[in-house]
């Protein structure tokens, strides 16, 4: 667990610039549906550079992000100090640090994964107030596209561990037995992003898994990725489509 702290330290830039957002809609369904409201204090565990935070900030939350990793919790400062509502410490989910009762939400954006769950789930249970919302996130890559099938072939044949750590791995299932005795729903939205070239380069040199610059099969990858880029492109740009996942719940 500590190795997977340090897996984004060199690749906080290409993470800021070219990882998804999540769609407001996240935040919409969470009022609508489980009744959240901006007096809410949410605690965003693994929040990175803070993507998941800044949805939450820019609609009036106050968010308290929880990150080990250096690199990317003090970008995190730096891109969000606008927010007053803003706050980042250093922290693990399975010690967050956070007093005893005093969450009202839990939010995790594309982080739960490399949780010790059985830690996490005790942790959670500590910071949370009776009766306190969980929500996991995960925007999805899909392979339904012809592009979409290479893309993730490409990723397989030149990754080091992406079969072992992709998010993919975690299930319904093991969401479940973490909400238990509670229950969790799941709920999709769609997302996209599109890109020329270097911005598809930047997304796949974001992901932990693959050789970044200075590594070996790093120049037969970007190879590879210019052929199959030059295949698909439409007007040089090409698409990316995810399911945006949530599976929120309230915690006991």
Known sequence: MSK???????????????????PEQVVEFLEDEYGLTTDKKIADIGAGTGISSELFLK??????????????REKSV??????????????TA???TLKERSIDVIISGQAFHWFDVVKAKAEFQRILKPKGLVALIWNERLTLSPFEKEYDELIIKHAQDYVKVDHRNISKTDIDKFFAPATCELKVFYNFQIFDFEGLKGRLLSSSYVPSVNDNGYTEMIADLKVLFDHYKENNLIKIDYDTKLFVGLFS
């Open 94 to 96: 399975e010690d967050t």
């Open 78 to 91: 730096e891109l969000l100090q606008p927010f007053k509502n803003f706050t980042a410490i250093n922290g």
């Open 4 to 22: 997977s702290t340090e897996r984004f330290s060199n690749r906080v830039e290409d993470y800021v610039r070219y990882r998804p957002n999540y």
């Open 59 to 72: 609609q009036g939350y106050h968010v308290t992000a929880i990150e080990p990793n250096k690199e990317m």
